[in-house]
């Protein structure tokens, strides 16, 4: 029992040492606002910051392209190096998802107009149809007016390699679809550094690729999925703020 006594003496000793040394310097931090900023921080931090989709355990970049654009110059992954931008895949003679889904990006484009790092690249799935003449029409008829959108067309396989393969976005040519070719209507997001990067659902997963072929004004589709366009645009601002 005595020696149990000599133990609580021991011990009260160290926490009022420990105290005299280490609250003072506590309250100083607090006073200047170290602790509660760093905390604000890491809290922002964690709620705002969009995952990078991994593949292999590996973050995903943008495979290297390089197609004709609508204005019959050469762009680049490397062009869009250092802006945030949105991937699709679509074709001029769609009679489907794609005309929906381009005004879509037509109302993000006008919502970041004044904004010199944010751009789109448009690939198309038809290529040997969509020379740039015809994407040159396509992108005055829909009021596509940012430099920094592109449409592109190029050699058939590398276009369907690079939504196959380099971006999981689903495209191919199929008899019975409408207008012959059949292809997701998803928009892929992409950081400065290349990264394709998303939100995450309820389950901490990357949702990966916005859907696109809802509108805002729809809200809905018949199917009962809800429109993401509002949700993108939130996300471009959160990358354009890296």
């Not at 310097?25 to 910051?49: L, S, W």
């Not at 990078?52 to 355990?57: I, R, S």
């Not at 943008?62 to 197609?67: K, N």
Request: glycine fraction near 6%.
């Amino acid at each position: 029992m005595q020696k149990s006594k000599y133990t609580y003496v021991w011990v009260s000793l160290v926490v009022l040492v420990f105290g005299i040394f280490a609250i003072p310097k506590i309250v100083d931090r607090v006073r200047q606002g170290a602790v509660v900023e760093n905390d604000r921080i890491n809290k922002k931090t964690n709620a705002d910051a969009l995952a990078f989709v991994l593949q292999n355990g590996k973050k995903r970049r943008v495979p290297s392209f390089l197609f004709l654009n609508q204005d019959s110059l050469l762009v680049s992954d490397k062009d869009y190096h250092g802006k945030v931008y949105v991937v699709e895949f679509f074709f001029t003679t769609c009679p489907s998802i794609c005309p929906i889904m381009n005004k879509n990006l037509v109302a993000v484009q006008n919502e970041f107009s004044d904004r010199d790092d944010f751009g789109i690249a448009s690939f198309s799935i038809t290529p040997e149809y969509d020379t740039p003449k015809v994407l040159k029409e396509y992108a005055e008829r829909y009021g596509i007016t940012d430099m920094d959108w592109n449409l592109m067309t190029g050699e058939t396989k590398e276009i369907y390699e690079l939504a196959n393969s380099g971006f999981n976005i689903y495209a191919a040519e199929v008899e019975d679809a409408p207008g012959g070719f059949e292809h997701s209507g998803y928009f892929a997001l992409i950081d400065k550094n290349g990264y394709i990067r998303s939100r995450v659902d309820e389950h901490g997963n990357p949702i990966v690729y916005y859907k696109g072929s809802i509108s805002e004004a729809e809200g809905v589709n018949e199917e009962g999925e809800k429109q993401e366009i509002t949700i993108l645009k939130q996300d471009i601002k959160k990358l354009l703020e890296e």
